[in-house]
């Protein structure tokens, strides 16, 4: 049975109840194969499960898609019980923001170095959004695991100074990036994509796995290949690049022009107006 809790009160009250190792699933619903896997991941690991389901207000700019954002609580729900999960807790804004206004004067901001780079350069405030509001879900819930997929990377480097810096005894765990048949990743945000548009995103994983042939056939410095999959990538029009990075695996920090391994290429770009982030690492 899958129960639906929508009050700190009452997650409180089951989870006191429930069996451990506990294992915490956050995401922004709308859920997917990138999700489910996760949700696998945790129902693996721990005797009880819990998914949250939360459209965070603070991690979103002015001009970005807060209100548009797809939520179906109804179909997630009925994902959360096909899979055998035993808690949602989807609260309300108001449940987990008293005051709104003041909690976004006052976030939690993580260091410049991993909130100034990649979607930090455009997403202003977007990681101080996402650590507030995970370190509130960590604080409630307590779980003994959490979930994160590699697909948001920059968010699980933000996640592991959180619990580093909070000294939080919270086990995180990675899962590999789910794709589709044609390589594009799954995510919410998908779903803005036409048909059309869907086969030109799948563009963005092939980019970033010509780069990772580039650099492993060492013809390529770490430059060439970005410029590589970035010519490719400019014969859609449709596909506006934000950026296409290399990033080291310790800290997200730039690697050196002849670097053949422990790093990330990493993309944002704008299909038509939806802007997907994806990356790749070099083993
Ligand atoms: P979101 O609902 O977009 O905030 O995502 C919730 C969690 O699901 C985050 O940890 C994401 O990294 C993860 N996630 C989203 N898409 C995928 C995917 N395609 N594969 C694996 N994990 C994913």
Known sequence: MTLLIKSIKD???????????????PT????????ISLIKAAKNDCKTTIVYVFVNPLQFGPNEDFDQYPRDLEKDLEICKQNNIDIVFAPEVSEIYPNLEDSKKNPIHPPKELTDILCGKTRID?????????KKFFEIIEPDFTYFGEKDLQQFYVIKWLVEKFNLPIK???????????????????????PEGKIVAASLYKALKLAKE???????????????????LSHFQEIKVEYFDARNKANLEKVSEDAKHNF????????????????????
Do not use: Q, W
């Open 11 to 25: 997650i409180k009250d089951v989870i006191a109840k429930s069996e451990r190792p506990l294992g915490l699933v």
């Open 28 to 35: 922004m619903g709308s859920l997917h194969e990138g999700h």
């Open 126 to 134: 977007h990681f101080s959004g996402v650590a507030t509001v995970i």
């Open 172 to 194: 995180i765990k990675s899962c590999p990036t789910i794709r589709e048949s044609t390589g594009l990743a799954y995510s919410s945000r998908n779903r803005y994509l036409t």
């Open 214 to 232: 580039n650099t492993r056939s060492g013809i390529f410095s770490v430059n060439k290949s970005v410029l590589e999959s970035l010519i490719f």
């Open 264 to 283: 990330y290429y990493l993309i944002a770009a704008k299909i038509n107006n939806v802007r997907l982030i994806d990356n790749i690492e070099i083993t």
